[in-house]
């Protein structure tokens, strides 16, 4: 069950004339970053015949929150393999993109968003060209507006700076909604700039300081915006 608070101003955007924007995370909240993160480090266990038990710790590591080239590098030495964490970090940064998917449930409701008259726009950290690979191998590039990644506007998450990115190249303000799954990035971040937030959360959640409402899905947060509108 979702919790809510009353929003702070986007509800009011359809009446006055402004296109109301609603921002969303791409890892994690629109793709199963999880789930692809875990097939890859299968594939290539696999590959490298290494023991089948390495699989879930492997998919941990590559979830931490450090430089990739680290994990690579460390991921080369330990197995002593006879491949560079470059070369590593090539297969991951092309295969990546072919793996993530997204729930039906969330694509629909994103249509249902955008026929509402809402701006739809995804704000990632990481590299280009991987975040962009995803965003178009899953369809989400025909379902938004646009997207800003932090490599290419050289703002991360929670900064101000990638936020406002994102208004600039949608043209509209910085009036609506930001959906995630971090609390520190999404939730701190999106409300740092005046947005409601919708935290995306399996865990009971209440709103608070940073969380205008907790939702299991995006389309869970989705239904809730409209009924709001």
Not at 8 to 17: E, I, K, P, Y
Not at 66 to 73: D, S
Not at 140 to 163: H, M, Q, T, Y
Request: hydrophobic share 50%; with cysteine; aromatic share 6%.
């Amino acid at each position: 069950m979702a919790t809510r608070a009353a929003p702070r101003s986007a509800a009011n955007c359809l009446s006055v004339g402004a296109v109301p924007l609603v921002a969303l995370d791409l890892d994690g909240t629109l793709v199963d970053q999880a789930a692809a993160a875990r097939a890859w480090a299968k594939e290539f266990i696999a590959q490298w015949a290494l023991p089948e038990d390495e699989v879930e710790r492997t998919a941990r590591v590559l979830a931490e929150h450090r430089p990739k080239g680290e994990v690579f590098a460390e991921l080369a030495r330990d197995w002593s393999l006879p491949i560079s964490s470059g070369e590593i970090w090539e297969a991951y940064r092309t295969r990546m993109p072919e793996l993530v998917r997204c729930i039906e449930a969330d694509l629909a409701a994103l249509v249902d968003l955008r026929a509402a008259g809402w701006t739809l726009g995804i704000i990632t950290n990481g590299m280009a060209d991987i975040q962009a690979g995803k965003i178009r191998n899953t369809g989400l590039a025909d379902l938004v507006d646009g997207w800003v990644i932090s490599a290419e506007v050289g703002s991360r998450k929670p900064e101000p700076a990638i936020f406002h990115a994102l208004a600039r190249n949608l043209g509209c303000p910085l009036d609506g909604w930001m959906i995630g799954d971090s609390h520190e990035l999404d939730m701190a971040g999106g409300a740092a700039v005046g947005l409601n937030t919708a935290w995306i959360t399996a865990l009971p959640q209440t709103a608070g300081t940073d969380v205008t409402m907790a939702a299991a899905s995006v389309a869970e947060a989705v239904h809730q915006i409209l009924a709001d509108q």
